[in-house]
């Protein structure tokens, strides 16, 4: 009796282990996005710690840095890319292409994750699987999560995910000269120059800059604001009152006259991120949709820069701002 039901137990954690690979806890990431990726492992090989991991980086994700583990040794392998990609207006021809993570212990019956960032091309077309072989190392024999054929019926299938169609043309990539990159176009309104700043630990909130300008004959107003990053997004003022700055929701939205720019920006007119569930990380982005009255809607990605930039680096020619405090 006694037995089988160590023998059932047995069967049991067997069956579970053949199930439980080794994947990236990100299934979808679009085009040009900044991204992090995390490898997670369930478990060891065949009941044995493992004591190195490595994972390889597919042609179409650049610039990857890795993330240090305490208590593991972090080595990368720089290569030439398959294919060179452009980015802030310089190619890059090589970059981290496999990352070992080693010396480490990660007993079978625990759990780790191990984390690179880095940038998916923008050039990489929609449904473009990306896989990221890797292989876990013990004292006496591997797990493979090498294969990347597909197939659902391997036994190693190889951690992967699932390029989407690129956001709407960042302040990123091509398009050569400083001028126009990052500018949208909607209706009669042109954005540009949008960014967002890193926040401090356990900052709940964010402010979204950006340029608008009208180019047309009646006014308009942006009335909303939204974004996947924060559960209230808002449309803000600050203005000094009695030598405090002081900051309000504008209830009635903000109007952009005929003709006018309307300026984003620190210590002025801002979207306010509240209850923001992640930190915004610089060099990532964070996508605003703001409606207008007339023009109505669009997503800007915003670049977020240092927790005290004072513009997004490009688009933003617009020199004095007239407000050089918050
Ligand atoms: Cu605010």
């Known amino acids: 009796m006694t037995k089988s039901l160590i023998a059932a137990g047995l069967l049991t954690a067997l ?36 004591h190195t991991v490595e994972l390889r980086l597919p042609d179409g994700f650049y610039a990857a840095k890795p993330m240090p583990k305490a208590g593991w040794t972090l080595e990368t392998e720089t290569a030439e890319y398959a294919t060179p990609y452009e980015m802030h207006g310089h190619t890059m021809t090589e970059g981290v292409q496999k990352v070992t993570w080693s010396g480490g212990n990660l007993e079978d019956g625990w759990y780790d994750e191990f984390t690179v960032r880095g940038t ?36 190693n299938p190889a951690p992967k995910l699932t390029v989407t169609a690129a956001e709407m043309h960042a302040g990123h990539g091509h398009g050569g000269h400083g001028d126009k990159a990052g500018e949208i176009t909607l209706g009669d309104l042109t954005l540009s120059g949008g960014f967002s700043r890193a926040t401090l630990p356990n900052a709940p909130v964010a402010g ?21 990053a924060s559960g209230r997004t808002e449309i803000h003022e600050m203005k000094m009152e009695n030598d405090v700055m002081k900051m309000r929701e504008l209830a009635d939205g903000l ?20 209850q923001i569930e992640e930190p915004f990380v610089e ?24 927790p005290n930039a004072r513009s997004g680096g490009h688009g933003d020619h617009s020199g004095h701002s007239g407000m050089a405090k918050e």
């Open 120 to 155: 998916v091309g923008r050039d990489v077309a929609p449904d473009t699987v990306l896989y990221f072989p890797a292989v876990q190392i013990c004292a006496d024999g591997t797990a493979d999560w090498t294969d990347t054929s597909g197939s659902h019926d391997v036994p």
């Open 15 to 50: 069956a579970t282990s053949a199930i439980a690979h080794s994947t990236l806890e990100q299934a979808e990431v679009a085009a040009g996005a900044t991204t992090k990726i995390t490898l997670r492992v369930p478990h060891g090989c065949n009941g044995q710690a493992t």
């Open 255 to 274: 109007p952009i006259p005929a003709g006018a720019t309307v300026k984003l920006q620190p210590g002025g007119y801002h979207i306010m991120f509240m």
């Open 208 to 228: 979204g800059f950006m340029t608008i300008v009208n180019n047309g004959d009646g006014d308009d107003r942006l009335v909303a604001a939204s974004s996947p």
């Open 283 to 306: 060099g990532e982005t964070v996508n605003a949709t703001l409606t207008f009255e007339k023009a109505g809607e669009v997503t800007v990605p915003l670049a977020i820069g240092a």
